[in-house]
């Protein structure tokens, strides 16, 4: 009879593939029309100016021009303040 239980691979061993989320262009870089800028979960930035929000809620570069981040602080329904990023283009 075995001392210790049987060795085997286990099944829940699997993970998922990462997203790739994350700010792909900077504050002060140079971008063209559908470049993407953001891509995230959630609206943890907001789109501003020559900029839109996606269906996955990525952000993307609607004109030609240089990305400028700004921060906003925002009022929620419930009367409390959130702090916020807005995204724009600023057209060259």
Not at 30 to 50: A, D, E, H, V, W
Not at 64 to 73: A, D, N, S
Request: proline share 2%.
């Amino acid at each position: 009879m075995a001392k210790t239980k049987q060795g085997g691979s286990s099944r829940l061993g699997r993970d998922s593939e990462s997203k790739r989320l994350g700010v792909k262009i900077y504050d002060g870089q140079k971008i063209s029309t559908g470049m993407i800028i953001i891509r995230q979960r959630g609206t943890k930035y907001l789109p501003g100016k020559n900029t839109k929000r996606g269906s996955d809620d990525t952000i993307y570069a609607v004109k030609k021009g240089v990305v400028r981040f700004k921060p906003k602080t925002k009022m929620l329904y419930s009367g409390k303040r959130r702090t916020t990023t807005i995204i724009s283009v600023d057209e060259k």
